[in-house]
Every structure is written in structure tokens, then in C-alpha cells.
């Protein structure tokens, strides 16, 4: 059975970094995302990588993110810095299911099918 479990989540001060990590057990290398929610918000995107390593970023990431996979491991990364109070959130793994386009990068959260329980970034002004 798959499980992706989010670690790395803390209360930083504005500026700050953090570095989320995500393991997945019973799960081959298909593509992950990262998307976060917060309170009163819908979920939102951040970060996409496919099976061969290639990215994307959503708009609000403006360069201060850095989403990394170690297939070895079956792990999943996002390198946070330049962190600001709007980046407060939960933030959630995901992973494409064995159909499909299993391979390409995407910002859909409709794409996946995994998801972790989540790890709470709070960033404080």
C-alpha cells in the first residue's frame, strides 16, 4: 500500500528557510508535487517534478523554492527559503496514481492520487 509521510514543517521567522521531505513506501517513481492550504484558503500548488527530475514552480514560488527527488530513497524534497507569512500553510505530497501521463510534471491537484497527511509551515512576521 502507498504512504507518503511529510516531514521538515516548523514555525520560522520571515526570511527563514525550511526544508520539507516526503517518503514514500510502496510507491515506484512516478511524478510528486507539492501543494499547500491554508486556513480559509483552497489548496493551492507549489511545486512539481517529474520521474526524470524536470520542474515547475507555481507563480508565487518566484525563485525561492527548490523542489529535488532521490529515487533511491523514494523521496520527495522541497527546499524552502525566503520564507514570508503568506506562506504559512499546510503543506501535502502527492504522487500520480499507475495510469496515465504517470511521468509528467503537473500543478493539477486533480492529477494526483497519493497524498500525505500534511506538515504545518507557520512563518511569523
Known amino acids: 500500500q502507498v504512504q507518503l509521510v511529510e516531514s521538515g514543517g516548523g514555525s520560522v521567522q520571515s526570511g527563514g528557510s525550511l526544508r520539507l521531505s516526503c517518503a514514500a513506501s510502496?510507491?515506484?517513481?512516478?511524478?510528486m508535487g507539492w501543494f499547500r492550504q491554508a486556513p480559509g484558503k483552497e489548496r493551492e500548488a507549489v511545486a512539481s517534478?517529474?520521474?526524470?527530475?524536470?520542474?515547475i514552480y507555481a507563480e508565487f514560488v518566484e525563485g525561492r523554492f527548490s523542489v529535488s527527488r532521490d529515487n533511491a530513497k523514494n523521496a520527495l524534497y522541497l527546499q524552502m527559503n525566503s520564507l514570508n507569512p503568506e506562506d504559512t500553510a499546510m503543506y501535502y505530497c502527492?504522487?500520480?496514481?499507475?495510469?496515465?501521463?504517470?511521468?509528467?510534471?503537473?500543478?493539477?491537484?486533480?492529477?494526483?492520487?497519493?497524498w500525505g497527511q500534511g506538515t504545518q509551515v507557520t512563518v511569523s512576521s
Open positions: 502527492a504522487a500520480k496514481g499507475s495510469t496515465g501521463r504517470v511521468c509528467d510534471k503537473s500543478l493539477r491537484a486533480y492529477d494526483y492520487l497519493r
Open positions: 510502496g510507491y515506484r517513481g512516478y511524478a
Open positions: 517534478i517529474s520521474c526524470s527530475g524536470s520542474t
